[in-house]
Each structure stands twice: as C-alpha cells, then as structure tokens.
C-alpha cells in the first residue's frame, strides 16, 4: 500500500508515535498514517520533548511494514536517513524552503532546528518487521509561538520564507517522498541513500565535527557516512565509526 492511502487524524494526542504502535498492534496496514493537530507529549530522541503547539507545525507518525528476506530489522539502520531525505525533499518542495540535514535525526536551516525525525522498531510475534518515523516540523511558529528557550535554536518554514505555509499541502509532499525513498531503501538502494545524505548534510566531508557520547567527546574530521549509516570521523588518523545510538549531540566548525 503506497504511504498516506490511510490517514488518521486527530485534534489532539499525547504523540502521534505512541498512537501508531498502538494501532500496529491491532493490525494497521502499512503506510498508515497518523497525524495530530497537536501534541500533548510529544517525544524526540532520547526522551526529549517536542513542542507541538495547536494548529502551527506538522505532527506526523508513518507506519511501515516489510516482509522477508528483509528480515524483521533489515532496513531499520538506514530509516532516518531516508526519513530525513524525504522531510527535506517535501519541505522545499511545498514550500520552497531549502533545509540541511543534521545527522542523524534532524531539518535544520541557518543552524537552526525545523525538523526533528523519531524512528521506533514495533514486533508481534510472527508478524512481519513494522517501524514508526515520526516526523515533526516547525511550520507557522512565529519566534513567540517557541518556548523562550528555544528561540535561539528553533525556526519554523514560516521564519524562514516569510509567508504562511499550507500544512496539508507539506503532508501530501511528504507521505509522496516517504514512499519513493522508503521503496528505493528496501529494493537495496543504499548507496544511493547515503550519497544523496551526505550531499545535503550541514556539513560536508572535511568538516571538523565533535560528537558528544556516554565517554565524552569525540573530536575529528568527518569522513562521510558509513554503509551502515554510521558517522565516519578520522581521529588522530583512525577513522572511527559512530552509530546513532552512540551520539548524544553533534557540533561543527
């Protein structure tokens, strides 16, 4: 089933992530999608919490399924990068604002952060892999529209276009670029996946990158994206490989 045949929407939730395992678990198909108006709690990596205002971003959950030889996890590795290709791909597209992308998770523009991707593995016994990308996009905020903490990191499409942008519009763009990706990752597209990453990334290859991690930080020069999806960073000349999982927070010269 292509992404975004169904759609279920909400006014509120607590998180549209929560929401789709949920409705894995009773069976959805996949492209399922969730989508909420607003977020009461919504979730980032690592516990952190996402803004989601009534009626001013996108809140949106993907559910994807596939069956062997994939295997149940097979594709899951390289799922944000492909999320990630494809967030940005429907922002310039309905909006015309370009943004980077910030390894591994994240929409940026200026530095700034537009985008955030959550992407969470789901099994049932006997069942087929199912993951949930869940994609939040700054949208309408205006800079009051951000808790005062955030008003030095965050933009929305709306600051930086400077007109309104249409929301449906944006999801329309996104389940249609979710889906190419999405198709191209588990027909064995990854070299493509990681080539097309990296030409988009904040950073290019040579760039001087320090990766915080549980033992502490890791400074080098950044040597592109492993097959795995893994960051490559040459360190007092060993290239070290960092997964996802291991990097807490990421700075650049």
């Not at 015309?96 to 940026?108: C, F, S, T």
């Not at 949208?139 to 808790?147: E, I, M």
């Not at 070290?240 to 700075?251: I, K, M, R």
Request: aromatic residues 6%; charged residues 25%.
């Amino acid at each position: 089933m292509t992404i975004g045949t169904i759609v279920r929407r909400f006014e509120s939730l607590a998180s549209t992530n929560d929401t789709a395992r949920d409705l894995i678990r009773g069976g959805a198909a996949h492209g399922t999608v969730v989508v909420a108006d607003e977020q009461t709690h919504g979730r980032g990596t690592r516990g952190r919490i996402w803004h989601s205002p009534r009626g001013l971003g996108l809140y949106a959950s993907f559910i994807l399924s596939w069956e062997e030889p994939h295997g149940r996890d097979a594709p899951f590795p390289l799922l944000p990068l492909a999320a990630g290709l494809a967030a940005a791909e429907a922002v310039l597209e309905s909006s015309g604002a370009a943004v980077r992308l910030k390894w591994p998770n994240d929409l940026v523009h200026d530095r700034k952060k537009l985008g955030g991707i959550l992407t969470e593995t789901v099994f049932r016994a006997g069942s087929p892999g199912h993951a949930v990308i869940g994609i939040g996009i700054n949208v309408n905020h205006r800079k009051p529209d951000f808790p005062a903490e955030l008003r030095k990191t965050a933009i929305s499409i709306r600051l930086v276009t400077g007109r309104e942008a249409d929301r449906e519009a944006l999801l329309d763009c996104l389940c249609r670029a979710l889906d190419s990706w999405y198709n191209l990752l588990i027909r064995g597209g990854r070299e493509r996946i990681i080539r097309d990453y990296e030409e988009r990334m904040a950073f290019p290859p040579g760039t001087n990158v320090r990766a915080a991690t549980a033992r502490g930080e890791t400074a080098g020069v950044f040597r592109g994206l492993a097959r795995d999806g893994r960051l490559r960073l040459a360190v007092a000349g060993v290239t070290e490989s960092l997964s996802f999982a291991e990097v807490q927070g990421l700075d650049w010269d």
